[in-house]
């Protein structure tokens, strides 16, 4: 069982959604168990929502326009005690983040500071440069990764310009999601400004992409939900808003110190350890000029090898096949494997998958 604190929700918390302020059951009773990734222990069951309790929560959230929330003074002393709150309690919530990812306790807590800074400078920037733009309801379909920096990232701008939002968590990472919705509850929000219903893409997801009621539709997710909602957007009219991992890039350019080269190889680990749980701080790609591509890439495994099969394992067995495909591409293409490119028997694991630490050089 979860660890309870003052600062973190219960089970019972976990098994409800938060609609209109209040934590509820579904309309039909049906749960899943939510597996910490790295041993497969049961840490939480959360239920398996229907349009009936997206609609409720959407309803609830139209209400709440009209209300203390349209506020701008409200407004922004309720998300600057969230923030200062969840900043008190980011030991706590690292911890929660580290169950339901298998991220490490250092990277998840690194990962949530960051985070918060990050959304300290999105309500400063709401407070200096209010956008004039009618406040509305809006919707969020959240992915597996880092959950936390899920969650506020995708959210909190949303409510910091004024919206309300009924938000969808990922199933392979609900925990944090309902804990920050939890601290906000307990903080005051008006009810139906933060609404949680949890549950499947099928059912939650599809009906959170079909609805008309919706100022616009965030989707973090896979392809095939991606492609659902941008179909639905033809009919629905609703501005959908996307966001897929693999942006972040480093260069590394002839004439580099060493102390530069040390430091580069030191976040380029850092990088890999956590791009596994997706989220804003994994890193896809790094461009090495040719002239010092072989120091490059011997600074990169040495501080690789320290670590070895710290990384966040993957949530699921397709995705980390769909890895271990690419690196047979790789292979054959003429790369060699410098670093992993193994398989681990991870059988036991039902939420989480290991994927060695693997460098391919092409």
């Known amino acids: 069982m979860l660890l309870e604190t003052i600062e973190l929700p219960t089970d019972e918390h976990y098994a409800r959604n938060l609609i209109d302020g209040r934590w509820v059951f579904p309309a039909a009773p049906y749960e899943y168990e939510i597996r910490n990734p790295s041993d497969s222990t049961i840490t939480a069951v959360v239920p398996l929502s229907s349009r009936f309790d997206v609609d409720r929560a959407i309803s609830a959230a139209g209400d709440a326009l ?43 807590l690194a990962a949530i500071e960051s985070t918060l800074r ?82 499947t893409g099928v059912d939650v997801g599809a009906a959170l992409i079909s609805s008309t009621a919706l100022k616009a539709l965030h989707v973090r997710a896979n392809e095939s939900t991606l492609s659902r909602a941008s179909r639905a957007g033809r009919r629905t009219h609703v501005p959908l808003r996307t966001l897929s991992g693999g942006g972040n890039a480093a260069i590394v350019y002839p004439g580099l110190r060493e102390d530069k080269f040390a430091r580069m190889a030191s976040d380029v680990a850092d990088a890999v350890r956590v791009h596994n749980a997706g989220g ?61 490119g193994t398989i681990p028997d991870d059988i036991r694991h039902r939420m989480g998958w290991r994927l060695p630490t693997t460098v391919v050089d092409l």
Do not use: C
């Open 118 to 199: 990050i959304a300290r400078a999105i309500l400063t920037r709401e407070v200096l440069h209010p956008r004039p733009t009618p406040a509305g309801i809006s919707g969020h379909v959240l992915s597996w990764g880092a959950p936390f920096s899920e969650m506020l990232l995708n959210v909190f701008p949303a409510l910091a310009a004024g919206n309300t939002v009924v938000v969808k968590p990922s199933l392979r990472g609900p925990l944090s999601p309902v804990a920050v919705a939890f601290v906000a509850d307990r903080l005051g929000f008006p009810a139906g400004v933060l609404n949680i219903v949890q549950g």
């Open 280 to 340: 804003p701080f994994g890193l896809h790609t790094v461009a090495v000029h040719r002239d010092v591509a072989k120091n490059a890439i011997s600074a990169v495994l040495g501080q690789l090898t320290l670590f070895k099969n710290r990384a966040a394992p993957l949530p699921s067995e397709p995705i980390r096949r769909r890895a271990f495909d690419r690196i047979d591409e790789l292979d054959a293409g003429g790369g060699r494997v410098l670093l992993g």
């Open 66 to 108: 009209s209300g203390s929330w349209s506020e701008l003074h409200t407004r922004d002393q309720l998300l600057a005690l969230l923030l200062h709150r969840l900043a008190e309690a980011a030991p706590e919530l690292a911890r929660l983040q580290s169950t339901e990812t298998g991220l490490g306790y250092d990277d998840s």
